[in-house]
């Protein structure tokens, strides 16, 4: 490159950097000065991503429920309905009779495996998980100490949620396997 050439390139460059970094405005480089305010509305939430939320809030409601084995708190019937809700609620129930309670709290990683659109609208979502619940254990009431044979791992999680009414998302339906299952 002869000299020349190497001293209109650096003065391009020069130019270049003091035209955006000499820009006194207070707009910020990029944006357009406007005495009109506008707003962004937020993109809406889709449906799969409603669903899954409403399956992971299931767990946590399950896993706070759990600590002292109430099978009526309310934050349960917010995520499961149908189901989903009696088995939870049969569950917390089973655990309080035996004197249980559940500390820590489940790992989830779920997948959407299908989605039901009926009429062009997404009504139901069909999740699969490898749910670890090696961190959330029985344990007898008011000790430490662990229930007989509990030990936890990764199982397979098959569950249904679907639009309500209401226009929330619930799980319906969900299956647990063994541990070791995924």
Known sequence: MTRTARVAAILG???????????????PPGATSSSTATSVAPLPTPPER????????????MAAAGETSNSEAPG?????TGDALVVIKNSL???DRKG??????????????????????VTTV???????????????????EPADGQGGGRR?????????????????R???QGVGSC
């Open 174 to 176: 969900f299956a647990v």
């Open 50 to 61: 409603k669903a899954v939320d409403a399956y992971l809030a299931m767990w946590r409601e």
């Open 126 to 144: 069909k999740i699969r998980d490898c749910g670890d619940d090696s961190g959330w254990l029985k344990y007898r009431r008011g000790t430490n």
């Open 76 to 80: 349960l019937a917010e995520y499961a």
């Open 13 to 27: 460059v020069v130019a270049v950097a003091s035209c955006s970094a000499g820009n006194n405005s207070s707009t």
């Open 100 to 121: 249980l309670v559940t500390k820590g709290s489940p790992k989830s990683d779920p997948q959407v495996t299908n989605v039901d659109r009926s009429g062009g609208v």
């Open 156 to 172: 397979s999680i098959l569950a249904e949620v679907k639009a309500q009414p209401d226009g929330n998302w619930r799980v319906t």
């Open 93 to 95: 129930a089973e655990d």
